[in-house]
């Protein structure tokens, strides 16, 4: 078996994270590297990326007459922050360019593979078809090759804040730390106008400035970060905006391991959508908490002049009790500054936006429980590939991912009740594609929006109840660990719903 997963490390890390190497002149601090993964020195990376700079949106690409066709080429040399740099990227950008489409459009992508190792393409959060050349994670473009995706929108597909990313097992992880995500969206009927709306894109890296590689197995073991916190991939970035506006921000983690607390300064986060489904009614929430692969629509509405913080604190991440190894994350970081001109006036009105729809309110046809396996040793039974390096297995019911073996079969129009438990000393943020899950309750004893979503965090020692209606879009596809150096060690599983 082991011998028909795709090899899972064949180049040497410094190739494949291949980190955002700025032109020398732009290095102007010393060696940094993964030896200080988790240590937050924002005096030294600022001296790195500019900070301050005024908020670029992606690049956006928008459907016409029912189809969005695009060509996106993913490869090294991507520019960050308007400068040149080695990040990885769709069409020369980090974060690629953002596509914007409606229920019932096709999406026509013609993805070009210019890396050195294979990829592929994840619609996250899309209620797509799973099957043939659609949001089909089982395909692996190898170097050089490109592969045409035909992606047909559902006409009752909810509009909404999606995003996608490379999927191919192995590398995911290290692609989407180079930087390989964009942003996703369905639009629907006219919304409530607002005064600017912006995409703010999150993701993670780390300079290549000459630092050790990250080979260290109990780094990958907590999944790795990067040094930066970047949005729309620039380093604190000022949003401007005028008071009395009405902004909404899609904000999607696009992090490879980090739980953010994200907070604004001196204003609320009046939360309108979760995971892409429009609230049943709006809330103002201090702090919005964004797993990794989460999105979460707010409207922000500034009433005075000044300068305020949007700060990010990542959850801490430890394997400790374990098998020992590093407590990482713990640190809040400014992610960028809203910044407010004009004289004070009162905040704009909140308008209503339709809510999305209702979580399927069908008779429960079954049942079932999953259990993440975090553990020492090679061990994982008869699949046996779960090992991400030395004396790590990952997987889910003590088995690691292999392609070949479906892991869970489902009746087409059945709607389950899955208990997802998690016995090991981190929390794992599980993902199922294809099929939104509504979340019933949790060990944490988290208070449920009753709407449905595709990521929730499953907290240490803990346990999450969903429900599934796999009422629509037969196929197979796969659920796993957000936390993507776990997904590519094995915790991943299959599903097929048919
Ligand atoms: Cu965002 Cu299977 O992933
Ligand atoms: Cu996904
Ligand atoms: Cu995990």
């Known amino acids: 078996m082991t011998g028909r997963s795709a090899p899972r490390h064949p180049i040497s890390r ?28 924002t005096t030294r990376t600022a001296s790195v990326l500019p900070s301050g700079e005024p908020l670029g949106l992606p690049p956006e690409l928008a459907s016409r007459q029912g189809q969005l066709a695009v060509d996106l080429t993913a490869a090294p040399g991507a520019s960050l922050a308007g400068r040149p740099a080695s990040a990885w990227g769709y069409n020369g950008s980090s974060p690629g360019p953002t596509l914007r489409l409606r229920p ?16 592929n393409l994840h619609t996250h959060g899309l209620r797509v078809s799973p099957e043939g050349n659609s949001d089909n994670p089982f395909i692996h473009i190898a170097p050089g090759e490109t592969f045409d995706y035909r992606i047909a929108i559902p006409d009752s597909h909810p509009p909404g804040t999606f995003w996608y990313h490379p999927h191919a097992h ?15 969206i369905v639009d629907d009927a006219p919304e409530p106008a607002v005064a600017a709306e912006r995409v703010l894109l999150i993701t993670d890296t780390t300079l290549d400035t000459g630092g050790p590689a990250a080979t260290d197995p109990a780094t990958r073991m907590v999944g790795r970060q990067g040094e930066l916190l970047l949005l729309n991939g620039q380093h604190q970035p000022v949003i401007p905006a005028a008071s009395g506006d009405l902004q909404r921000w899609r904000l999607i983690n696009a992090t490879t391991s980090r739980t953010l607390n994200l907070h604004l300064d001196a204003h609320p986060l009046t939360r309108i959508a979760f995971d ?23 409207l922000v509405r500034p009433d005075r002049p000044g300068t305020f913080p949007l700060t990010a604190s990542t959850e801490p991440r430890r394997a400790m009790g374990m098998m020992g190894g590093p407590a ?17 006036r009162a905040p704009s009105a909140l308008p209503t936006f339709p809510p999305g729809p209702a979580p399927d309110a069908g008779a429960t046809t079954g049942a079932r429980r999953l259990t993440f396996t975090m553990g020492m040793g090679g061990g994982m039974g008869p699949g046996g590939t779960g090992s991400g390096g030395q004396g790590m297995s ?7 991912y292999d392609p070949l073996r479906t892991d869970q079969t489902v009746a087409l129009g059945a709607v389950e009740e899955w208990t997802v438990t998690n016995p090991t000393p981190m929390a794992h943020p599980f993902h199922l594609h294809v099929w939104p899950f509504e979340v019933l309750a949790d060990s944490a004893g988290t208070p449920t929006t009753g709407t449905s979503q595709d990521v929730v965090l499953v907290p240490a020692g803990g346990w999450v109840r969903l429900r599934i209606p796999f009422t629509v879009l037969p196929g197979r596809s796969v659920y796993h660990c957000h936390i993507f150096d776990h997904e590519d060690a094995g915790m991943m599983g299959t599903i097929a719903v048919s």
């Not at 019932?104 to 990829?119: C, I, Y």
């Not at 609230?279 to 929430?285: H, W």
């Open 170 to 184: 192995g590398y995911v992880a290290d692609q989407l730390l180079a930087g390989l995500a964009g942003a996703l």
């Open 394 to 400: 990952f997987g889910f019911d003590g088995r690691a």
């Open 328 to 344: 990482v994350g713990g640190e809040t970081e400014v992610l960028a500054t809203l910044t407010t001109g004009g004289p004070a």
């Open 14 to 41: 410094r190739q494949a994270l291949g980190l955002l190497g700025l032109g020398a002149a732009a290095v102007t601090a010393g060696a940094t590297g993964w030896a200080t993964l988790g240590v937050s020195d």
């Open 276 to 298: 892409g489904i429009t609230l049943p009614t709006a809330s103002g929430v201090d702090t919005v908490q964004l797993a990794p692969g989460n999105r979460a629509d707010v």
């Open 104 to 119: 019932g459009d096709e999406l026509a992508v013609r993805l070009r593979n210019g890396l050195d190792q294979p990829t």
